[in-house]
């Protein structure tokens, strides 16, 4: 490649600002794919760092148009877009994950029986979340019916909410994993809601599945959440954009030039 272009709405993350300290010889540019409609040369390649929480799939459409290596690739990007195209996923190819049902379409039959086979409190999650945002538990049925009642935006999923348990990041690089377990803050133990994080060895179990999901999309960057109970392990997330911010600071290892060689041998 003779340029690596960054595909953002916010040019002012960790992550960019790191990338472009590391760059070295590499030339960076950034575009904002809701600003820009312009076609990028085709000697470049772009890494994508928008995600759905913009509310849009401007991004997606703007790719559509180029004719580049795409980091990660518009397959992974599509599959792993929202929370419910994530757990169809995982449901489809038999992986372990926490029951779930959307609030944006539902018959009240549905959520009933939902509620009847998970009696305890009930967590729910935006379709399009990031960083822990809108993550809620309600100890029962009707403190989430209230909150239904009181609200429009029902683009949320709906979760059993498994209690005690452990959360664990993986990260890959290519084929190297970098496991956290992620220490909570209230509900959410997301690094952007002050949650902290330790090394943990990475479960040879855990790096399997991720392994399986890798290797599908050919994927050289990314990290997946797991929650770890007595019951067993269950995805939460896959995660194409991650942050390094937190995992440079635990590792101290120099992410950022890292993934920079890693961007450049894709």
């Not at 949320?156 to 970098?178: A, V």
Request: charged share 25%.
């Amino acid at each position: 490649m003779n340029k690596l272009v960054i595909l953002a709405k916010n040019p002012n993350t960790y992550f960019i600002r790191r990338l472009i300290e590391e760059a070295g010889p590499l030339p960076i540019e950034l575009v904002n794919p809701w600003e820009s409609s312009s076609q990028i040369s085709s000697a470049s390649s772009i890494l994508v760092r928008t995600t759905a929480i913009h509310g849009s799939d401007k991004d997606l459409r703007f790719l559509e148009q180029q004719r580049n290596l795409i980091i990660p690739s518009l397959t992974a990007l599509r599959t792993f877009r929202t929370k419910p195209s994530q757990f169809q996923y995982f449901a489809n190819t038999g992986l372990p994950f926490v029951p779930w049902m959307s609030l944006e379409t539902f018959e009240q039959e549905e959520l009933e029986t939902f509620c009847k086979t998970y009696p305890g409190p009930l967590l729910i999650k935006p379709h399009r979340g990031q960083g822990g945002w809108g993550v809620q538990v309600f100890e029962n049925k009707i403190k989430l019916s209230e909150w239904m009642n009181s609200t429009t935006d029902h683009e949320y999923l709906l979760q059993p909410y498994l209690g005690e348990h452990q959360e664990l990041r993986l990260f890959f690089k290519q084929d190297d994993f970098i496991c956290l377990e992620r220490l909570k803050n209230g509900v959410t133990a997301n690094f952007k809601q002050d949650g902290e994080a330790r090394l943990s060895p990475v479960p040879q179990e855990l790096r399997s599945i991720v392994d399986k999901m890798r290797k599908e999309f050919g994927l050289v960057y990314g990290a997946c959440d797991f929650l770890i109970n007595a019951q067993g392990a269950y995805l939460l997330e896959m995660n194409l954009v991650p942050g390094i911010e937190q995992l440079e600071a635990v590792t101290g290892r120099n992410m950022a030039r890292e993934l920079r060689e890693v961007f450049i041998q894709s």
